[in-house]
């Protein structure tokens, strides 16, 4: 395990988290240049060696309610793999992060697009905008109900 000291050198390699130092000797790391609201990255790293990483935007990881993984017993690579992919996963927009773009037809061959954007799912005839929607499953059933089927 790496004592607090080693894992503070391990992040401030990230020139891109900035330092806070909070109550009883702990530290955070924030990620100021997040696309979310979500802008600590390192939580809580306590003088024990104790802390945690926010992975709540990362692709199946493993973590607690909160979005954390704790990285008590991280070796320096492991850390650093972790930070790296946290951070990532705070520069990229959903749309970035898992895009979709696909062709729906119908009996008459007529085209839609489905697109991922920053903000939902929309679907667009040519240049004009059908419909937008919050999830990928109401914007497939919009297309279904008229008539529409995924090439």
Known sequence: MLTFE???AVIEEFT??????????????HYEDSLYDKKIVVYRLHPNGNGFVYAGEMEEADTDERGMINIKDYSAD???????EAINSLSLSPAE????MEEWLNDRDQALILLREEDGYNVYADDTLEGAFNSYQEAA???EQEGFSRL
Do not use: T
């Not at 992060?97 to 979709?100: G, L, Q, S, T, Y």
């Open 141 to 143: 059933s919009f297309l």
């Open 78 to 84: 492991a850390l650093r793999d972790l930070i790296r």
């Open 6 to 8: 080693e894992k503070v």
């Open 97 to 100: 992060k898992d895009p979709v």
């Open 16 to 29: 891109e988290l900035d330092r806070k130092d909070i109550s009883l000797g702990r530290v955070n790391f």
